[in-house]
């Protein structure tokens, strides 16, 4: 009798054993069965675009455009990886002589972390017909700024071109969060 009772005792524990081990294995199984989901790209567009007025010297007037055109560029922050924003930057349907830099200044608003980064204007392909879509057309530039709130403002360099002015109008805003 004694040793049937030690018998059930054993089963039972076994039992026991066996299950409580099991649930983990079962739920870490389930787990990599559905991986968390990577988050998708997101692109926000600035909330306020950069507008700026470029011209050229009298030296040029000629080849000048009068009264300058009021130029729109509307910069975007695109997120995905963790930590990691690419900013880039689109012309408006305003046709100007001019093609200038944009720059974003940065700032993390969770962790203070804060940069500027230049959006260099790409040299149109002269070695193909272009339309004027491909004239002003800006390089995106990719930046870590960890994960938080980001807050970016945007302004033309501050190097106009060699043969012209550029007046800031008013500078580009955006906010976005990074995961």
Known sequence: ???????????AWTAAAVTVLAIPLCSFATAMA????????????FQVPVRFVAGCLLMTVLACEYPPPLSTVTPSATTG???????????????????VAVWVNWR???TGV???????????????????SDRCRYAPATVVTGSGT????AD????????????????GLG????P
């Open 1 to 11: 009798m004694r040793r049937e009772a030690i018998r059930r005792s054993f089963v």
């Open 34 to 45: 559905n991986p968390p989901p990577v988050p998708a790209a997101t692109t926000t567009a």
């Open 81 to 99: 990886a963790s930590g990691v924003v690419t900013f880039a930057a689109e012309r408006s349907a305003t046709n100007s002589t001019y093609c």
């Open 108 to 110: 993390n608003l969770t």
């Open 114 to 132: 804060a940069g500027t980064t230049p959006l260099r204007h790409v040299e149109p392909d002269h070695s193909r017909p272009t339309g004027p």
């Open 150 to 153: 980001i807050a970016a403002v």
């Open 156 to 171: 033309v360099g501050a190097h106009p071109p060699v043969d012209g002015y550029q007046i800031l109008v008013n500078p």
């Open 175 to 178: 906010t976005f969060p990074v």
